[in-house]
């Protein structure tokens, strides 16, 4: 007999997510399966994580075990799990509203999908929608559910999936757990043969630790991969389970499987993905292990067995040496979770240090995906030097900014007696070179890192030296330091010449004349031994951050937006026709006009390249001052 029968509309937000799912024209509707029968995996391993810490439950007899009955005739699938269970209270909340992950996140994904454009069949696939994907096959879906709390009554849930759903407590007795009963539509009753569902099984749900039943029959493998001996698994084995694991349709890249008996016992298998996943940039919060006691699974996604830049692996350990019952709010100060991060983080990084030499593109393939993530690993000072070992970079020994080095391979290449490591921020590798600050390794023919990343100067900075190199930004770096080496820029433009003693000496006055109109904006203006091309460039006084640097440090300095511009001294190259040019100028009239506006310009022009030059609006006009009258002048000596 039925009691407190109940009928309830979805939230809007389930209706929308429902209106998605029935209509989409997702062809592989059979992760439907998928999504149900890790429901029930999660329900068992809930139960067996409950009784392993002392929890009394109903029914403790049970085999934990999920079965599956297709019924050919009547067009029906029926899933049974002896989990957890759900109370009345439970599977309205549970299966009512939408406060779980899977399905908020694919609706987020979808909003974000739709607004680009995107086909969004291959979100429900990578993400999983949850329970409500059984909507895709199902006409009708009656959940009948037994909590473990044996004061709990059963209860049944059923709904056609389009708009609303019916809840009734039953008087009945039935032994715990949940049996999802699925009315497949007309077009979908192929999910009623055996054969059919055998064969999802195998293929998205081989892996689940308990046994999935077909009569007598155990579906799935059950055995826990990582628990048998290295040399009995097959690569193809690796590959199933990873993407079982992570639903990725490609095997991985990489595979770790180690073994560990001392100082903690623990099996670990992970893996590094060919493709970073988090396409959608989302916070980096999904990261993590899995982690399990003696087989029993504790917690999915544990983030402390495992630094956040070594995020980007995926993959399961499981120790002997916790008790069953460790509560998971401890997990984070429990010595042997420490113990496991630090020998993980040791093997991952022997890993990557042995793919990096025995086979580069492997490793230049994991650095494409992955280096964003890894380069916050220089927070890690215990692995410095093992971090830095396996940074890459762009150069200017390369020819395409596709190709990259190591810091060792730098050092492999540098000038007798060179000391320094050299590096250069910018947007791209345009516009690293026509960095001012590169003239000068570009004439002496000095290698120079090319930073594209924002991080990248972060991790430099906090590496300081490698080899005994120190890392230096190219515009920080001491000239005294590269007078040794010889020029080797051959195809130098004819010979400037050299200066007059009277030109000299007005240059002199000249940058005396720039300091005055400049004023507070420049600490001085001196003669440059560093430019070869440009005009004029600004550097940074000795012992600063890069302006790079200093830009990220205002950005990520939050709060107030800070516009004052760190003051530097502007350096001018002599030999530059556009200076010989002043020196002409000022020459005849030290108060010519001409003069303040050209100064101001090749002041704004290096706040520019630095990126400081916030408002450009007053330099827009002088350049079109400017260009006017050399447009009249130009004229006038053309005779048009
Ligand atoms: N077989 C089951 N036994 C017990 N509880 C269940 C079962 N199936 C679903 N539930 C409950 O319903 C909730 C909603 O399930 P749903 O599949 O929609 O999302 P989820 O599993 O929480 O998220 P995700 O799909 O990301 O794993 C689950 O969190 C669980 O509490």
Request: glycine share 4%.
């Amino acid at each position: 007999m039925a009691a407190a029968q109940e009928h309830c509309e979805f939230k809007t937000e389930i209706k929308k997510l429902l209106d998605i799912i029935t209509n989409s024209l997702y062809t592989n509707r059979e992760i439907f399966l998928r999504e149900l029968v890790s429901n029930a995996s999660d329900a068992l391993d809930k139960l067996r994580f409950e009784t392993s810490r002392g929890t009394e439950v109903k029914d403790p007899d049970l085999p934990l075990e999920i079965t599956l009955e297709a019924d050919d005739n009547k067009h029906v699938l029926t899933l049974k799990d002896t989990g957890i269970g759900m109370s009345r209270d439970e599977i309205v909340r549970f299966l009512g509203t939408i406060a779980h992950s899977g399905s908020e996140q694919f609706l987020e994904n979808m909003a974000r999908e739709s607004k680009e454009n995107k086909d969004a069949s291959d979100i429900i696939g990578r993400f999983g929608v949850g329970f409500y994907s059984v909507f895709m096959v199902a006409h009708k879906v009656v959940v009948t559910s037994q909590s473990y709390r044996s004061d709990e009554k059963p209860v049944r849930w059923t709904s056609d999936g389009l708009g609303s759903y019916d809840v009734e407590t039953l008087d009945e007795s039935l032994p715990r757990g949940t049996t999802i009963e699925i009315h497949l539509k007309e077009d979908h009753k192929e999910y009623a043969t055996e054969n059919r569902i055998k064969h999802i099984i195998k293929t998205h749900s081989n892996f689940i630790s308990f046994p999935i039943k077909m009569g007598e029959e155990t579906v799935n493998q059950v055995t826990a991969l990582w628990r048998e001996p290295k040399f009995s698994v097959k690569q193809e084995q690796y590959d199933e389970f990873y993407k079982f694991l992570t639903y990725d349709s490609e095997p991985p890249l990489e595979t770790l499987h180690i073994s560990v008996d001392a100082p903690v016992q623990f099996k670990a298998l992970m893996f590094i993905p060919k493709k970073d996943y988090d396409i959608f940039n989302q916070e980096r919060d999904k990261y993590g292990l899995d982690l399990y006691v003696r087989r029993v699974l504790i917690q999915k996604e544990n983030k402390d067995l495992l630094p956040q830049y070594l995020g980007f692996m995926k993959g399961v350990v499981d120790t002997e040496d916790l008790p069953l019952n460790i509560s998971r709010e401890t997990l984070q100060e429990n010595r042997v979770i420490a113990k496991i991060k630090s020998t993980i983080t040791k093997q991952i990084l022997s890993a990557l240090e042995k793919m990096a030499k025995s086979d580069p593109d492997k490793y230049a393939a994991f650095w494409k995906e992955h280096s964003k993530i890894f380069k916050i690993g220089y927070m890690d000072f215990a692995h410095k030097d093992r971090f830095a070992g396996l940074l890459r970079f762009n150069s200017s020994i390369h020819e395409s900014k596709d190709e990259l080095t190591s810091l060792a391979d730098y050092i492999s290449r540098a000038k007798e007696g060179q000391k320094e490591i050299y590096y250069i921020s910018g947007q791209s590798r345009e516009a690293v070179e026509l960095n001012p600050h590169f003239e000068i390794f570009r004439k002496k023919g000095i290698e120079v890192l090319y930073l594209y990343e924002p991080i990248d100067e972060f991790a430099l900075e906090a590496v300081g030296e490698f080899e005994k190199f120190k890392l230096k930004a190219a515009e920080n770096a001491d000239l005294k330091n590269l007078d040794d080496f010889a020029d080797t820029d051959k195809d130098e433009k004819k010979p400037v010449e050299e200066l007059s003693k009277d030109d000299s000496k007005i240059l002199d006055r000249l940058l005396k004349k720039m300091q005055d109109i400049l004023g507070e904006k420049v600490t001085e203006v001196r003669l440059s031994d560093r430019l070869t091309t440009s005009p004029a460039c600004l550097v940074s006084p000795d012992g600063t951050m890069s302006s790079h640097m200093q830009k990220i440090m205002r950005l990520v300095g939050g709060g107030a937006k800070d516009d004052t511009i760190p003051p530097k001294a502007m350096e001018i190259n002599a030999d530059h026709p556009l200076v010989r040019n002043l020196i002409a100028i000022f020459g005849a009239d030290e108060n010519d006009l001409y003069l303040g506006a050209c100064i101001e310009q090749l002041y704004e022009s290096s706040l520019l390249l630095e990126g400081y030059l916030s408002d450009p609006h007053k330099m827009v006009n002088r350049i079109n001052e400017l260009l006017e009258q050399s447009s009249g002048w130009y004229k006038e000596v053309k005779k048009v």
